[in-house]
């Protein structure tokens, strides 16, 4: 009978593509977070069976760059069913994809805060330019 292999968790498996993605290790993502390189790793391997904390998941959906709601969605707190997403959320959600995007290298990237106008600004100049629909 052929041992059956154990896939990471749906959870686990998010927040190591968020990591690769980046290009990072365990130890920087320690080292950012102040999170354990090991229990992260207990996470995307689904070797711990807890899900952190509320808390635990806002740091890393900050340093991730992904909204707190699309984690705890991603760790079983609730469906996406459960909550809909404010107007204000989708904007955050869009703006988080234009900054990031590497693609986009048009103007100059500010490290400041902007407000809801600027940011949908921002999202339309994108959507205009890349001929892709985020809102």
Do not use: W
């Amino acid at each position: 009978m052929a041992k059956k292999i154990n896939a990471p968790p749906p959870f686990g498996q998010f927040l190591k593509e968020l990591r690769e993605k980046k290009g990072l290790s365990l130890d920087e993502v320690e080292e950012a977070t102040g999170i354990p390189n090991a229990y992260l790793c207990q996470l995307e391997t689904g070797a711990r069976k807890k899900l952190p904390a509320p808390e635990r998941l806002r740091i890393i959906a900050d340093y991730y760059n992904v909204t707190v709601q699309e984690l705890l969605e991603r760790a079983g707190y609730y469906e996406s069913k459960e909550i809909e997403e404010t107007f204000e959320q989708k904007i955050e959600k869009a703006f988080l994809h234009v900054v990031n995007d590497p693609s986009f290298k048009y103007g100059t990237r500010v490290k400041k805060e902007y407000d809801l106008d600027a940011k949908r600004f921002i999202i339309e100049m994108y959507e205009k330019v890349t001929k892709k629909k985020l809102l």
